[in-house]
């Protein structure tokens, strides 16, 4: 039964244009960081970078390195508000055209309708991140060739990834730093679901949930705040850079992981306490 | 099948329904009816546990709803005013969607039921294409697929032509012949109402101010069209002599208990007052409504609380 109803969840969600939205973004959006990457000074300025640490520039500038830089700008931009849009949608839109009600006509448990959709979110975030991935290597792997993966990647405080490694190990890194990443996914859209749990309209509910991870960037940002970021959601998005680095910090990646697990239970347990007090009406 | 006892429901400092008991029995057709904002919406909200009651029990097929909502909705289907779907999906996905919050549903069940509101042919249309008339059809599919024994229909002749609404009027008589369902209407059309239920409760400022049987509601008072030379001077005199208990619209007065039309002749003949039409007024259910939501804006409680009620 609670299969039936997930998979009643999954159609409609993916029955919907906009879900695919995000898709589409990172299609095109890939396509054109890519040629960006092949026809300007980037790949050059790469190169010098990998030359001057002594590698051989093109050994390294492959379809996992440049998938790898593709990715770093849609994270941090595209992916949040995608997810959140649905996320958003999830309880809220339901509730505005007046569907929630027909819904909770029938013999369901709110805990059960909640959680079923929560679920359907996170399927649907772990497949955009998975496409996000699968679909930068396609790309990158139809201009560059397939060859050892290169990474640099400065974070904010000073800290540098910089790391090469073979193809294998690296698709292996680069796998591993995809699951990481639909954690992350899941958290935003978790943050929006709980917003889209209250008595509002889809767009606020992505809108204060985009406002809170502004926020978090923000406070993170400042020195004033040095001492309490890890209280910012946005440090412990960062674990999967840290896949990447050499030696790979497995306690402060296994720490990120759970506050972000701690962070989807707490946005659960308010979205759904709320909801369950809430009336449902017209 | 729909037993409230002392239900009350508050938002903010308004009361939307306030020391509400109601019961329809099994096999009934029940009116609910009141005015916009009455509470009627909110009443029904609360029996299908959408909505949190401040105060009261409320026990649907057996079972109470804040307690046991699961067994309580188990075999209950309900419409809302305006039917709304997934409209980018077909109706038969809808209808697929829709039953598995309530059990797993076979297709030929599902078949079955288009068939019986007559969408057969265009089930696998998307919903974005149907009319609103197939729209209510759907709505009424999806409350059959549970295979109900309450049916409540929120408004469901709302925004339907003139042939749709005799149509959902025919629908909801073959129901009841042919399922034996037990059916809550609550709705505007008095006529609809008039026609379909057995019994009814009046709303109005989600208080109860009626509730027993149509016949109840059109006998409270035995009218009589009284048409003659002074009227105010007529009535006086009845009064004084207890042969009438009300007026109305200067032209109507009720008679008393075992009063007939020829003892008020016989008086005005005898007070020398042309008498120029006497004739039994038959209550409508539109002007007793009618009536008593004037007299319940008139601001008289103790007149709405000493109407007949009849609690079953």
């Known amino acids: ?49 990998l030359e001057g640490n002594g590698y051989v520039a093109t050994e390294f500038i492959s379809t996992l390195t440049v998938a790898v830089l ?49 679920l359907t979110g996170v399927i649907f975030a772990a497949i955009l991140v998975v496409s996000l991935g699968a679909m930068a290597v396609f790309f990158a792997g139809c201009w560059f060739e397939w060859k050892g993966m290169f990474i ?71 020195p004033f705040f040095e001492d309490w970021k890890e209280f910012a959601i946005t440090h412990h998005f960062r674990a999967w850079v840290l896949v990447f680095a050499k030696p790979m910090p497995l306690a402060q990646i296994a720490e990120a992981l759970c506050v972000l697990a701690g962070v989807n239970v707490t946005a659960f347990v308010i979205g759904a306490t709320h909801f369950h007090m809430r009336d449902i009406k017209s | ?50 909505v949190w009651p401040t105060t009261g029990e409320l026990r649907i097929c057996g079972h109470d709803i804040t307690r046991d909502r699961a067994k309580a909705l188990q075999r209950v289907g309900a419409i809302f005013e305006t039917p709304v779907f997934y409209d980018y999906l077909s109706g038969w996905k809808n209808l697929q969607i829709l039953s598995h919050y309530t059990a797993p549903t076979p297709p030929e069940r599902i078949q079955k039921i288009v068939e019986w509101v007559g969408l057969t042919g265009r089930e696998h249309d998307k919903v974005s294409k149907y009319s609103h008339g197939m729209r209510t059809r759907l709505a009424l599919a999806q409350a059959l697929l549970p295979d109900p024994e309450l049916l409540i229909l929120d408004e469901p002749s709302d925004g339907l032509d003139p042939e749709g609404i005799h149509e959902m009027r025919l629908t909801i008589q073959r129901l009841q012949k042919e399922l034996s369902l ?78 007939k039309t020829d003892s008020l002749v016989r008086r005005l003949v005898a007070l020398d007052i042309p008498v120029f ?19 319940s804006r008139a601001a008289k409680p103790t007149t709405l609380d000493s109407r007949p009620s009849t609690s079953a």
């Open chain 1, 70 to 118: 593709m990715l770093i700008p849609q994270i941090l931009l595209l992916m949040p508000l995608y997810v959140m849009l649905v996320g958003g949608d999830l309880v809220a839109k339901e509730a505005e055209d007046g569907t929630l009600r027909m819904i909770l006509s029938r013999p369901i448990s709110r805990f059960r309708l909640l959680f079923t959709k929560w």
């Open chain 2, 182 to 259: 037990t059916i809550l209407l609550s709705s505007h059309l008095l006529n609809e109402v008039e026609q379909l239920c057995t019994r009814i409760a009046v709303l109005n400022q989600g208080k109860k101010v009626f509730e027993g049987t149509l016949a109840d509601a059109k006998q409270t008072k035995h009218w009589v069209r009284l048409r003659v030379g002074d009227f105010a001077r007529a009535t006086a005199s009845l009064q004084s002599e207890k042969l009438i208990t009300d007026t109305r619209n200067g032209s109507l007065v009720a008679l008393a208990d075992g009063v």
């Open chain 2, 1 to 50: 099948m729909i037993q409230l006892r002392g239900v009350s429901k508050q938002f903010g400092a308004r009361w939307a329904v306030r020391d509400l008991d109601l019961s329809v029995p099994r096999g009934e057709i029940f009116g609910l009816l009141g005015h916009n904002g009455a509470g009627k919406s909110t009443a029904i909200g609360m029996m299908l546990g959408q």
């Open chain 1, 152 to 222: 640099f990647i400065p974070i904010p405080g000073g800290q540098t990834i910089f790391n090469v490694m073979s193809a294998g190990e690296g698709l292996k890194y680069y796998a591993l730093a995809h699951v990481i990443l639909a954690v992350n996914a899941c958290t935003m859209l978790s943050l929006a679901f709980m917003f889209s749990c209250f008595n509002m309209k889809p767009a606020a509910a992505t809108i204060l949930a985009l406002s809170f991870l502004f926020l978090s960037v923000v406070m993170e940002g400042m």
């Open chain 2, 277 to 295: 039409e006497v004739a039994q007024e038959e209550e409508t259910l539109e002007s007793f409504y009618l009536n008593l939501m004037q007299d």
């Open chain 1, 1 to 49: 039964m609670f299969f039936l109803q997930l998979r009643s969840e999954l159609a409609k969600l993916f029955g919907k244009k906009r879900t695919y939205i995000g898709f589409g973004a990172f299609l095109l959006s890939q396509n054109v960081m890519l040629l960006a990457f092949r026809y300007s000074n980037w790949q050059k300025g790469t190169a010098r970078l």
